[in-house]
């Protein structure tokens, strides 16, 4: 693929990351800017049955779900032109291991307020894994759910922790991470 190609620009390949890609994008970016997406929203609504839970026990992942007059803020990340298709082929090993997401391209508003096309990953609503909990319900799963790679706990714990590094305010996250520290303390 290479790069973008917008009539006679040619546009760097942005990634958008929301979840796990603000800790963990799996390339060294170029560049990154705090950037919102409009009419989505980060939500637990995807399913997690193979990294951070399993299909007997399934965890909860974030993913953009469509929302009129949402919006969603987190990170673009420039990637290195000679790295494009490295990282775009590890990116689909990495986050269409089951087809529940699908890659899109968006505009996002970045910092500065100005456009800036990227690559992101949006729930299929018709797709198995996706689901609507209360945020109790997705609680009690975060605090007990295990896969490949690793606690749903430290998802978590991770997300959300990046996300109060950013200055990016999530109210239900914040709730989430003090229902599910409640959940899994020891005494």
């Not at 508003?109 to 018709?126: C, E, M, N, S």
């Not at 975060?142 to 978590?156: F, M």
């Amino acid at each position: 693929m290479g790069v973008f190609k917008e009539g006679t620009r040619t546009m760097a390949l942005w990634v958008f990351g929301y979840g796990s890609l603000l800790w963990n994008p799996g390339f060294t970016p170029v560049r990154q800017v705090k950037a919102r997406l409009p009419d989505y929203h980060r939500s637990f609504c995807m399913l997690s049955i193979h990294h951070r839970g399993t299909e007997d026990d399934p965890g909860l992942v974030l993913a953009l779900d469509a929302q009129a007059g949402g919006q969603c803020t987190g990170v673009a990340f420039q990637v290195a032109e000679n790295e494009t298709d490295t990282v775009l082929a590890q990116l689909r090993e990495r986050e269409l291991i089951s087809s529940a997401y699908y890659e899109e391209t968006v505009t996002l508003i970045d910092d500065q307020g100005a456009p800036l096309q990227a690559l992101t990953y949006v729930i299929d609503r018709d797709h198995v894994q996706y689901c609507q909990f209360d945020l109790e319900k997705q609680a009690q799963m975060i605090a007990g759910a295990v896969g490949g790679r690793g606690p749903n706990t430290e998802y978590l714990f991770n997300t959300a922790n990046h996300l109060a590094e950013l200055g990016i305010k999530d109210t239900d996250m914040d709730w989430l991470v003090a229902r599910v520290r409640a959940l899994t303390a020891t005494d």
